[in-house]
């Protein structure tokens, strides 16, 4: 059975490139994973959903929650304040 959503990602080293995919099921974990590898600056290849790549549309919301994830972690750690409060004043996904 094809786990929900694969991750395909990179991650660069001296004098090697190692590849590497993340597999789950759930699709708040793959968003999350997503938002680590962003905040990482890791290179990201390719996600797929049941074994098939997402369409440009998919990809490109999918980074975009993710980078929502980033942002508002940084700016309720910045800004001292809690997740609700970010939600509220800035509207993104926390």
Same mark, same amino acid.
Do not use: D, R
């Given at each position: 059975m094809l786990p929900k959503y694969t991750i395909e990602y990179?991650?660069?080293f001296r004098k090697h490139t190692q590849s590497n995919h993340y597999s789950t099921d759930d699709p708040v974990a793959c968003e999350e994973f997503l938002s680590e *590898?962003? !905040?990482r600056q *890791? #290179?990201?290849h390719g996600v797929k959903h049941e074994g098939v790549d997402l369409t440009r549309h998919e990809f490109d919301r999918i980074l975009k929650? &993710? #980078?929502g994830i980033v942002a508002a972690k940084h *700016?309720? &750690?910045? *800004?001292?304040i809690? &997740? !609700?409060e970010e939600k509220f004043r800035f509207g993104f996904t926390a």
């Open positions: 990179s991650m660069q *590898l962003l !905040e *890791l #290179a990201i929650t &993710a #980078a *700016l309720c &750690a910045s *800004l001292g809690k &997740a !609700e």
